[in-house]
């Protein structure tokens, strides 16, 4: 997949406005499915190329880090683009 980012100005403001809600590993997973168009955390642990079981760590994972504020600024994007 490939994200192409235009206008700039707009992703100015979409970057300033980001920042209010950043998503814990548990929904970065459920969004990550309904992105995906994965029923099911087994098919998206699939097309990740990963076992369902990483996917069970990394949601039970309790810390916010820097890994997902900026899967929150793509999924926000994404979110953005389908709107």
């Known amino acids: 997949m490939y994200i192409v980012i ?32 994965s029923k099911t955390a087994s098919e998206l642990a699939r097309k990740l190329g990963t076992e369902r079981q990483n996917l069970k760590s990394y949601e039970n994972k309790s810390s916010v ?7 929150t600024l793509l999924i926000d994007f994404i979110e953005n683009e389908r709107n």
């Open 6 to 37: 235009t206008p700039i100005t707009n992703v100015k403001v979409f970057i300033t406005n980001m920042a209010e809600h950043i998503l814990t590993n548990k929904e970065i997973i459920e969004k990550l499915k309904l992105i995906s168009v």
């Open 65 to 71: 880090d820097l890994n997902n504020r900026m899967i």
